[in-house]
């Protein structure tokens, strides 16, 4: 059974940084195995939109945190980490990891909600001025 669970959320005031973690189990997150590892946000009254996207080391980012933002992989493990550095307001939400066994539309441009099979519970961000 796949899973998918995040964790690193919490509060932060502008400019400062948080280290999101995506832990996923039951599916191989290899180079052998092909896959897109999505960040999503959802800020309160909105629906989901991607942040930060990564398909057997490709990366990809919505403009909203391009620049100030990095998404990796544990060599050898099913982790993944979203980097946000100089936060602002608007990056407050609650932050989604989601995986798909296809990288197709795995950019942060065409990535779909409906896409994703496999959902973590969310993990809540809050950046104040």
């Known amino acids: 059974q796949v899973r998918v669970a995040e964790s690193g959320g919490g509060s932060a005031q502008s400019g400062g940084s948080l280290r999101l973690s995506c832990v996923v189990s039951?599916?191989?997150?290899?180079?052998?195995?092909?896959?897109?590892v999505a960040w999503f946000r959802q800020a309160p009254g909105k629906g989901r939109e991607p942040v930060a996207m990564?398909?057997?080391?490709?990366?990809d980012y919505a403009n909203s945190v391009n620049g100030r933002s990095a998404i990796s992989r544990d060599n050898g493990a099913s982790s993944h980490h979203l980097q946000l550095d100089n936060l602002k307001p608007d990056d407050t939400g609650t932050y989604y990891c989601?995986?798909?066994?296809?990288?197709?539309?795995?950019?942060?441009?065409?990535?779909?909600?409906?896409?994703?099979?496999?959902w973590g519970q969310g993990t809540p961000v809050t950046v104040s001025a």
């Open positions: 039951g599916y191989r997150l290899g180079s052998s195995n092909t896959y897109c």
């Open positions: 989601a995986l798909k066994t296809s990288p197709w539309r795995c950019t942060a441009s065409a990535a779909r909600t409906e896409d994703f099979v496999y």
């Open positions: 990564f398909s057997n080391h490709k990366t």
